[in-house]
């Protein structure tokens, strides 16, 4: 043999040696990858697949972004997998209309659904297809059912988002959505299409199939995703437990869900803000372009929670405001949600319990001007008007100017000083809030003291911590609101405690309570309606939700109505 063609033989069994090991070590990495991801390990799986260049390892990236929700990485990742590759192609593209749902690219994952049930071999992913493609026809709104009938590449796939809306919206858009259809393609004789028309003949035919309270199944594996807006705190400052422990109550609320159910699942995104609405809007856009949350919980300041709630309405995106109160925000909003009842909230339901509870006719209103309270105030005064009872005396009034002195307009509650109109006052209402309410409930007391008075107090949450002798005042009956206050009768109340305690090596404070009430109440009304799109609806409906700490009832409104009225007590009372 030439001796040069012998070095050839041996330069190319080196690199054929080579080759075999270096195909051998990449099928052990991407072994060793897909255990990781088997595992659920998908951060590492991702370290090794995406340094294998290998149709294996394409598919797998993709599978392994999709769990960790990165669904625009998923899609980039699997359409590197060609047709070629007959057997991982379908189960690549079965992975890519899976993202598209939950990107909400509804047409694109229908037509390849639809494409993997004609055309794919393949008897597992076909069957899965088909599923998913049943559910997903059955799962869009009216609004994603018409945006996808124009965006689909398949007439039967139109056809069939006419037929799976029939007793799923209302009469007159069936009519419309079966036009559509006609108006597309070629007139059918098909049994399917015949059906169609016969059932949209006649109203009281479709009737009977119709129910509007009806909310369909969405697909096995739908991801809920939550964006919380909470501010960081020093760990030093008094603040630190609060967001702490809203954060801790939101995650084990989630949790929870997570572990009881088995078709969805919920995650959760957190994004820092503080007392200031400087970096609100990039939070806002953040959480729904790059995390595609479907709602948002916080934030805990009304200046920033009002900057939200301007995004909220453009993207349409659910926010729930578990302590902020303003009546400012909710202005002609229609997807923020406040669990904290506004102070206008309070004024409305303190009159109606005065006026139809204890059976009070003649009122008095004393609040400070540029308050929270003044809100109060002035719900409180239509309020009475409205059930038919009298505020003979209002006065809401700059008291700081006054130095608090509020014995000029207390002097006129005293029927021996009003000697005109010499009304007998059944009570007061006075919400005072901040810093100053304990000067002023303070001042109010030692004025009905020198009147002698037995009119009784309404007031705020303020008004439990007042210290009001019995020997001073000893007729005097005090009912101030509360809006969050622990249910001692809620029998979840110690497995909360418990489990709370054991996730995080705490006591739950009553922020924690706020924080897991504020998720249950977003996640089960998603459990309700199924489709986040009908979030917004299902959230307004919400009524009586019996929670740890708090009730709610939006009761058509964005506001939660739910307000207990408390009456003080005083052990050392007459009455």
Known sequence: MNPKSNDMMKKFSLIFTLSLLFVSVNAQSLQTGINFYEEGNYKDALKIFENIE??????????????LNEYLKAKKALNKVDSNYTGLYSEAKYTKALADFELENFAASLDALHEINEFSMQGGIKRDAFNFYRDLINFLSLEQRFMAFRAVSYDQIRLDLVESAIGIVDYPSAQALFKAYTNTVNISDSSKYQNLFRVLEDSASYAQRYNPNKFTQAPSGLAYNIGVALPEFELESDEFEITQHLYFGIQLAIENFNSQNTRQKAFLSYQNTDAKSTNAGYIANDLIWNHNVDAIIGPLFSEVAYVLSTYAEQYETPLLTPLANSDDINLDLNYTFQLNPTFAIQGKKMAQYAVETLQYDTLAVLAERGSLGEASAYAFLDEVRRLGGEVVRFYVEDLASEGYDISEYVKYFDPEVDTVYNYNIDAVYAPFTGNIAQTLMSALITNLEAMGSEMSILGSEEWESAEINAYRLPDTNVYYT??????????????????????????????AYIGYDAAKVLLESLLRVQNPAYLRDGLKSLDNYRGLITRVSFNGTHINQEVKIRKKNNPESRN
């Open 54 to 67: 290998d149709p294996s390892s394409f598919l797998y990236t993709g599978k392994s972004y999709f769990a």
């Open 482 to 511: 509360t809006t969050f206050e622990i249910d001692s009768t809620n029998s979840a109340i110690n497995d909360f405690e418990s489990e709370f305690r054991l996730r995080f090596d705490t006591q739950p404070n009553r922020f």
